[in-house]
Antibody, heavy 125, light 107 residues
Framework: EVQLVESGGGLVQSGGSLRLSCAASGFTFSNYALNWVRQAPGKGLEWVSGISGSGTNIYYADSVKGRFTISRDTSKNTVYLQMNSLRAEDMAVYYC??????????????????WGQGALVTVSS | IQMTQSPSTLSASVGDTVTITCRASQSISSWLAWYQQKPGKAPKLLIYMASSLESGVPSRFGGSGSGTEFTLTISSLQPDDFATYYCQQYNSYSPWTFGQGTKVEIK
């Protein structure tokens, strides 16, 4: 059974930093890209960042480029999102989402077939 | 690529057939997925490749379309179907983007 468990959320001051973790199980970790998608309170879904199974290809939304860093540790089956210079508009539930590729062995295109339960990030001013 | 859903809210009764439309700002071929989200829960994949039903999803859910216009149809709406639905494009050459969501509520 595929499981994605996020942790590391919490309250942080504007301008501060936080690191989210997503522990994955139930699939061959290095074979699949993983992504972060966020949802501000009462709002829709916004893709934030993605990393390929090998870690070679990394993608960021323009809204977080230069402030957020995604990484993965195959030895721990965990993907991370380091968030720096946090702003009020970064406050959201952050979901970890596993990729389902159109063709195995290729990075993109892919959609998200499994999601974690989410981690709440609150940014105070 | 911008994704625009309509309507934003839809009121319906159990047993109704409902249709949600999603339009892309440029052609995305069939690289479109639909998700269902209930309050306080993570999104759940329903449809991928515009019309392929994810395993375990009831057959009353159906997707169609290609290029820039897509629809999600729910036949014979069940109490469990009252939720918010999002479309998402996932073509290879641009960031993943979602529609703004359509809330299906009880009439």
């Amino acid at each position: 059974e595929v499981q994605l468990v996020e942790s590391g959320g919490g309250l942080v001051q504007s301008g501060g930093s936080l690191r989210l973790s997503c522990a994955a199980s139930g699939f061959t970790f290095s074979n699949y890209a993983l992504n972060w998608v966020r949802q501000a309170p009462g709002k829709g879904l916004e893709w934030v960042s993605g990393i390929s199974g090998s870690g070679t290809n990394i993608y960021y939304a323009d809204s977080v480029k230069g402030r957020f860093t995604i990484s993965r540790d195959t030895s721990k089956n965990t993907v991370y999102l380091q968030m720096n210079s946090l702003r009020a508009e970064d406050m959201a539930v952050y979901y970890c989402a596993k990729a389902h590729p159109y063709s195995y062995g290729y990075d993109r295109p892919y959609y998200f077939d499994y999601w974690g339960q989410g981690a709440l990030v609150t940014v105070s001013s | 690529i911008q994704m625009t859903q309509s309507p934003s809210t839809l009121s319906a009764s159990v047993g109704d057939t409902v249709t949600i439309t999603c339009r892309a700002s440029q052609s995305i071929s069939s690289w479109l997925a639909w998700y269902q989200q209930k309050p306080g829960k993570a999104p759940k994949l329903l449809i991928y490749m515009a019309s392929s039903l994810e395993s375990g999803v009831p057959s009353r859910f159906g997707g169609s379309g290609s290029g820039t216009e897509f629809t999600l149809t729910i036949s014979s709406l069940q109490p469990d179907d009252f939720a918010t639905y999002y479309c998402q494009q996932y073509n290879s050459y641009s960031p993943w983007t979602f529609g703004q969501g359509t809330k299906v509520e009880i009439k």
